[in-house]
């Protein structure tokens, strides 16, 4: 968190900076031990729905063609509780960073397991009812974006779209990279796979069957258990004025709010569409055509068709956290500042809100690079310094005159000399700071001139450099958010055949970094090879 701007919500929240809620209640907490210890109490009191939980996830992995996850049963038992994550269902699982969350919410949930001697089950949810397919469609194949165009064009939930085409977009992407091995098998899923079922596929292919369940929200008797709160939303503009207050509070602190609330925020869901809901007078109507006259009669729609009806992004964290045992939600800087809207929702409906936990993150470095980095002396910190850091090492390295010295002993030798002429004539100190400047530009040059010419001399570590940070940073953003998991593991494994899998060294840092319950969010650097 230190990282991040002073004035940062998720930096002012993790530091106890938060202004007080103007409605009471209280911001989301922190994840500390305690503070984790008496979230599994009071999730405890809630209704137990562990058998329903169950029977569906063995129904969704059935439909899945896969075989149930070790842990599923776990949530069968009463004194069980969840470690919750998610994400939208991005193409061959998405950018690396949706690994390093899967990652968090394992390490932390074995942490609390060790503490309390009772399951905790790390959970991935699928944002399979998000329908901004343009977010979800592209991959970088090294040099550019490969964007998936199916034919004929879908539209709707994400979930439910079919996969019709993608093996072959999947092939030609794997080819232009030269995936092979771990990176290649794991793009697989059954054919006449939904996006939700393909997306299920790619994180099992990552963590196997043994470390995470998932959970696809969009199932007729899960959102059955949510009926009554999409009512409430209907009849009362529940998340509207309890997220309104927070807004409130944070705005008058100079905070941004991170999602726009909406008098309803429930989508209708309609094969093809996702539709915001609006009411016009008695009327209640969605963007796609559908029309209800009155409240009552689209409460009755909801009761009656509950898998037509979807939350949008400040309500889905509430039926999450309804539907499962979380003691905690992982989840990035945009998940944490989002949660930060949610408190008074979570209050007006007699409900726990997730202790927030920020994610963690990796830059991973397949032998050739960790060797780039090596020779160019380089630490784990100073990779995550951006690369001018790195040129001026080796401008320093270089062992080239010291501007700065000579600068500071012109600007003493300048105040002697202004001190004596001020004695003779007063006039004369405007012209002692011109000349001053004059030289200090002069030297500016120079250094500007000396550092060319080290470049020049050093032309080969400078292309290191730059190879390095296309790595490290490729098209000018972060690694974890351009490559997908598997082309790393498929790099990290041609490079290194000896080496243990991707997701092993991973994992083992993750707990190393964390060897407690108490928690802050770390940034592993994952080197191949001797550092």
């Known amino acids: ?61 059935a439909n899945a063609q896969l075989a149930y996850p070790v842990r599923l049963q776990d949530l069968s038992d009463p004194q069980s509780r969840t470690v919750t994550t998610g994400h939208q269902l991005c193409l061959a699982g998405g950018p690396a960073f949706t690994f390093y969350k899967i990652q968090t919410a394992i390490t932390l949930a074995l942490r609390l397991q060790e503490r309390w001697k009772t399951p905790v089950v790390p959970v991935f949810w699928l944002a399979s009812e998000d329908h901004d397919f343009d977010e979800v469609r592209s991959l970088w194949n090294g040099a550019q974006w490969q964007t998936w165009r199916p034919e004929p064009q879908q539209g709707g939930a994400v979930g439910r779209m079919s996969t019709k085409g993608l093996e072959g977009e999947l092939q030609s992407w794997a080819s232009a990279l030269e995936l092979s091995g771990s990176g290649a098998d794991g793009l697989k899923f059954p054919k006449d796979s939904t996006m939700s079922q393909a997306m ?131 989840g990035g800087l945009a998940e944490v500042a989002y949660g930060m809207q949610l408190p008074g929702v979570f209050a007006r409906l007699g409900m726990e809100q997730p202790v927030l936990v920020p994610r963690d993150s990796a830059v991973v470095l397949p032998k ?84 060319k010419a080290v470049k020049r001399k050093e032309s080969d570590a400078m292309s290191r450099l730059d190879r390095l940070d296309g790595w490290v940073r490729p098209n000018g953003k972060p690694q974890e958010r351009i490559y997908s998991f598997f ?22 840092a993750s707990l190393r970094g964390h060897e407690a319950a108490d928690w802050s969010p770390l940034v592993h650097v994952i080197r191949s090879g001797p550092h």
């Open 200 to 330: 299920r596929h790619w994180v099992h292919a990552m963590f196997g069957p043994e470390q995470v369940v998932v959970i696809d929200g969009d199932d007729p008797a899960l959102k059955a258990t949510f009926i009554e709160t999409m009512q409430r939303e209907v009849r009362e503009s529940l998340t509207l004025e309890a997220v309104s207050s927070c807004n409130s509070d944070l705005e008058t602190a100079g905070f941004k709010p991170q999602v726009h609330v909406r008098p309803c925020n429930l989508f209708h869901v309609v094969p093809g569409g996702r539709h915001r809901l609006t009411a016009s007078g008695q009327m209640w109507q969605s963007l796609g055509g559908a029309q209800w006259e009155g409240t009552e009669a689209l409460c009755q729609h909801i009761a009656d068709h509950p898998e037509e009806f979807s939350p949008n992004a400040l309500l889905r964290p509430v039926y999450q956290a309804q539907l499962l045992p979380d003691v905690a939600m992982v």
């Open 368 to 451: 050739r690079w960790s060797n780039a980095a090596t020779k160019a002396g380089l630490t784990d910190a100073a990779l995550l310094e951006p690369k001018a850091t790195w040129v001026q090492g080796v401008v320093n390295q270089a062992e080239a005159p010291d501007a700065a010295a000579w600068r500071l002993s012109m600007q003493e030798q300048a105040a002697k000399a202004s001190e004596a002429l001020v004695q003779v004539d007063r006039s004369l100190e405007g012209s002692v700071n011109a000349a001053l400047a004059k030289m200090e530009n002069l030297l500016d040059r120079l250094e500007q001139q000396t550092v």
């Open 487 to 508: 082309h790393l593991a498929s790099e990290w494994q041609q490079q290194a055949e000896d080496a243990a899998p991707l997701e092993e060294a991973l994992a083992q």
């Open 1 to 61: 968190m230190e990282g991040l701007p002073e004035d940062h919500i998720a930096r002012c929240w993790w530091e106890g900076r938060m202004p007080a809620l103007s409605s009471g209640g209280n911001w989301p907490q922190r994840p500390t031990s305690g503070g984790f210890d008496a979230k599994r109490d009071a999730v405890g009191q809630k209704i137990h729905l562990g058998p329903l939980l169950v029977d569906r996830l063995k129904a969704q992995y």
